[in-house]
C-alpha cells in the first residue's frame, strides 16, 4: 500500500545543531506540505512544494528550509535549532489540489 | 488576527447527544472548505468537505455560509468514538490548506 512516512518519529537535539526531519511519500503526490504543531496555535504551515524543484514558504517559515529533489521526499531542515522549535512536525501530501492531505504519523522534536 | 478561528471547547456531551461546532474564516476569497478530524497524539485525517449547498455524511452535517464566513459541523447522535479534536480549514484556489486550532469533543458515557 501506498503510504507517507516520517523519520525519525522522535528526536532530542540541542540548541544550535542542524537537525533534519524526512518525508516520503509512494503515492507520486506533487503537492507535499510540512506543518508544525503546538498547543494553543494548531497546525500551522512550514513550506510547501507543488513539485520537484518548487518550494514554498508559509506561515511560520523562519529558521526552516525544504529541498524538493524528487517527487517522493521532502525534507525539513532546522540550520540552527532553537528552543522555540520543540514542537510535532506533520508532513503531508496531496496528488493535485483536493483538499485531501494525508499526513505521516509525525515526528516530535525535542530541543534542549 | 488568525485566518480560521475556532472555539477550543472542550464540548462535553453525554452519548446521543448532538453537537455544533462552527468556525469562522477572514479572507473571504477563501474558495474551499472541510472538517478534518485528528485523535490524541495521531495526525489529521480528512472528515469531510463543506459545499455551499450544506453536505451530509451520516451523522455529520456540514454547512457553508459565505455572506457571513461561517462554517459549521453538525453531530447527530454522538458516539464515545466521535471524541476527538475537529479541525475547520480553508484554502485559497490552489494554495495550501489553513487550519484552524481545532475544537475538543468528549463524549461520555
Known amino acids: 500500500d501506498a503510504e507517507i512516512t516520517q523519520s525519525p518519529r522522535h528526536k532530542i537535539t540541542e540548541t544550535g545543531r542542524q537537525v533534519t526531519l524526512a518525508c516520503h511519500q509512494t503515492w507520486n503526490h506533487n503537492n507535499m506540505f510540512w506543518y508544525r504543531q503546538d498547543l494553543g496555535h494548531g497546525l500551522r504551515l512550514i513550506h510547501y512544494s507543488y513539485g520537484v524543484h518548487d518550494t514554498n514558504k508559509g506561515e511560520v517559515s523562519d529558521g526552516y528550509s525544504v529541498s524538493r529533489s524528487n517527487t517522493e521526499d521532502l525534507p525539513l531542515t532546522l540550520e540552527s535549532a532553537a528552543s522555540s522549535q520543540t514542537s510535532v512536525y506533520f508532513c503531508?501530501?496531496?496528488?493535485?489540489?483536493?483538499?485531501?492531505?494525508?499526513f505521516g504519523e509525525g515526528s516530535r522534536l525535542t530541543v534542549l | 488576527r488568525k485566518e480560521v478561528e475556532q472555539d477550543p471547547g472542550p464540548f462535553n456531551v453525554p452519548e446521543g447527544a448532538t453537537v455544533a461546532f462552527n468556525c469562522t474564516y477572514s479572507n473571504s476569497a477563501s474558495q474551499s472548505f472541510f472538517w478534518y478530524r485528528q485523535d490524541c497524539r495521531k495526525e489529521p485525517k480528512l472528515l469531510m468537505s463543506?459545499?455551499?449547498s450544506g453536505n451530509e455524511d451520516g451523522r455529520f452535517t456540514a454547512q457553508l455560509n459565505r455572506a457571513s464566513q461561517y462554517i459549521s459541523l453538525l453531530i447527530r447522535d454522538s458516539k464515545l468514538s466521535d471524541s476527538a479534536t475537529y479541525l475547520c480549514v480553508s484554502s485559497l484556489v490552489g494554495s495550501a490548506l489553513i487550519f484552524g486550532k481545532g475544537t475538543t469533543l468528549s463524549v461520555s458515557s
Open positions: 463543506v459545499y455551499s
Open positions: 503531508a501530501s496531496s496528488p493535485l489540489y483536493t483538499g485531501e492531505l494525508f
